[in-house]
């Protein structure tokens, strides 16, 4: 194997690497519930655009060192629609917690904890039940009698 080859096959292994941390975050996004995932995601949202322009990088080493191994190679960039796509929706994820009014400065950061008090306070409280004895609250209920 000749050195554009490995070349090629170390910056293919960049690439996946790279575009697999964008698909982590990605699925982190789609539940940051508690204070643990909200601080995970936003630990990994520190990276991620440099992770972005890592993968380009990497996209177009990978173009070029093909283009010299093969002279009839076309250069291929669907990635980058499914890249794009990860960006946005990590990206609006982003956006609700900093739409979130628990700070009264944009330059503060927005605690996870802060941001579980907002959504907390939107939760409705659920109406009190007068049940005196949850077991014959039972019995009642389904019609058993109680031997």
Request: aromatic letters at 8%; a neutral charge.
């Amino acid at each position: 194997m000749d050195a554009k080859r490995k070349r090629v096959k170390v910056w293919t292994a960049k690439k996946e690497q790279y575009f697999t941390r964008i698909q982590q975050l990605l699925d982190i996004s789609k539940d940051v519930t508690t204070p643990e995932k909200i601080a995970k995601f936003k630990l990994k949202l520190e990276t991620v655009e440099k992770t972005k322009n890592s993968l380009l990088e990497a996209l177009d080493e990978i173009n070029l060192l093909e283009c010299d191994l093969n002279e009839d190679f076309v250069p291929n960039y669907a990635v980058l629609d499914v890249v794009d796509e990860m960006m946005c929706q990590i990206i609006s994820v982003e956006k609700k917690f900093k739409k979130l009014p628990t700070q009264q400065a944009s330059t503060e950061s927005y605690s996870s904890l802060n941001i579980l008090e907002r959504f907390d306070s939107t939760v409705t409280a659920l109406l009190k039940l007068n049940i005196d004895n949850l077991a014959d609250y039972f019995y009642r209920i389904f019609g058993i009698s109680k031997t």
